[in-house]
């Protein structure tokens, strides 16, 4: 076993665990996860079966990746944070067929508390703040806040506010990193500077 798992922790047979993974106290993991290289599960997460967890992704305490979840790599979940499978829950109404796909993508930050309804897509970078409820999908280094979250802003990938338009045009140069974003067609991209 080239990953660590806590004595407290079950991960069920035929799961799929990468190398300098860390499966941390009273961690769930079912037998048809497939999870990456160096990821960390906090204290009480719960990973489905039919989840993807990408390398060098954070799952912090008590989140519960449900099936029909796939994060990408380097996806980071704050504590308590909420995914969803089905878009309209009821105990008496039998709803396993109908569970909605949530695509998390690349670098992407799901602050504390956060929920994102299923069925959404988070695009690469984008930025999840605590508390917020993401009900559709959030494009590429998007900053979301709110319930209902709404975008108020950009965000680069080494997590600091950019000073781009919302509309229009933009370009600005991260001072960390020196790459450069352009905010063109309501979409901002990234290149090295």
């Known amino acids: 076993m080239n990953y660590q798992v806590h004595e407290s922790a079950i991960v069920d047979e035929g799961a799929q665990i990468g190398e300098g993974s860390r ?3 009273f961690v769930h993991v079912c037998g048809g996860a497939r999870i990456g290289k160096g990821v960390s599960l906090g204290q009480n997460v719960f990973v489905g079966n039919q989840v993807t967890i ?3 992704c954070k799952v912090q305490n008590n989140v519960s990746v449900y099936d029909n979840v796939t994060l990408e790599d380097g996806v980071f979940c704050g504590p308590s944070m909420v995914f969803t499978n089905v878009y309209n829950p009821r105990s008496l ?6 569970y909605r796909d949530t695509l998390v993508k690349k670098g992407a930050t799901l602050g504390a508390n956060c929920t994102i309804v299923c069925g959404v897509t988070i695009g690469e970078y984008a930025f999840v703040g605590a508390g917020a409820v993401v009900n559709r999908d959030v494009p590429a280094y998007a900053l979301m806040v709110g319930v209902p979250a709404k975008q ?3 965000m680069s990938e080494f997590g600091e506010p950019l000073e781009l338009p919302l509309e229009g045009e933009g370009r600005v140069e ?9 905010m063109k067609n309501a979409q901002v991209t990234r290149t090295e500077g």
């Open 93 to 98: 109404v039998e709803r396993k067929n109908e």
């Open 174 to 182: 991260c001072p960390h990193t020196g790459s450069v974003y352009i």
């Open 23 to 25: 499966v941390w106290h």
């Open 54 to 56: 990408g390398d060098h």
């Open 152 to 154: 108020i802003g950009w």
